[in-house]
């Protein structure tokens, strides 16, 4: 085995321990401090169930990282733990945006608040000179200029941020979701061989796997059950609009040019930002509020058609996997442009969500849109 997919496993597995160790603690540490998620008529779950088991995300990620970044440091004698402008302002942006998420977790904060934190967060990006700045022939634009890219880098960021947040709706989703996406971005990486990232992403998909397992299998009558609350969603939501960002920047002189590096950002992410995409449209035509909670996302519609939660998290899960291998084979085997795949997405999911209302109708209960 090459050595440095070691590394990477001891990213991933120190950082599930910590998060098979740390869990537990924090739900002891909500009950005793009485910080639950209650249900009510727009939520799934039937028990309050403690909302703080996204806190354990960023310590377990950033220390079990540098820990396998100095040991292999240390062994290969490369110098990898390193300084820079935008790795600094990454961490301070998410740092505000974790502590937004706690906050809110804690003693609650409205969404504009949380949006501007998230817009302020997501600027320093492309001040660090990270952002877009190829389109890769979508909508027939190639290279753009910096004044276009960095504004369009705050909203991809902010926009795949509450993407994830939103979809936080039942057991494993959010989570289910990021962990697709980081395999995605992690297969990428390694392919080009940029460590650093790989065993980073390593590090959060360790403790997210350790998070699933408390949060679809815990029982909530023996303590055991948590939810990642908007400490976790938020959090993801942002290393993974980073993620597409780096990923999709055009830097030859580190990272060998490919045309379908926006299309892979995009796949690995294609349900959570589709489906906000459906549900901000859905609510602009009939003049909802943006940010007003509802019941409109797909999680939403497939309960309605009689499944359980268990059985809605599978087929959301296999929806994203085959948009994945579908755009995949369109533009490698079929050589189809990213214009063509994206509308093609669109088309397709908005048939997915038409095949449901129809079902929904069908059994005679009310609709969505």
Sequence with gaps: MDSHYIYILLSFVLSMVCGLVFIPLIIRYCKRKNLFDLPDKRKVHKNAIPRLGGVSFMPSMIVTGLVALLVYDGVTGDQHVTLSLWSCLFFISLLLIYAVGIIDDL?????????FVQIVAATLMPLSGLYI???????????IPAYVGMPMTVFIIVFIDN?????????????????LGLSGFLACFISENIWTYSILIAGLMGVLVAFLYFNIHGDPKKDRKIFMGDSGSLTLGFILGFLFIKLAMDKPDIIPYSSHRLLLSFTFLVVPVLDVMRVVCTRIIHRRPLFDADKNHIHHKLLRCGMNQHATLACILTVAMAFTAINLIMALIFDIGLTWIVLFDCLLYVAFNYILNVYIRRQKKKPFV
């Design 133 to 143: 700045n190829n389109l890769y022939g979508f909508l027939g634009f190639h290279e």
């Design 163 to 179: 993407a994830i947040n939103l979809i936080d709706g039942i057991d494993g989703l959010a989570g289910g979701l990021s962990l």
């Design 107 to 115: 003693i609650g904060l409205d969404a504009t608040t949380k949006f």
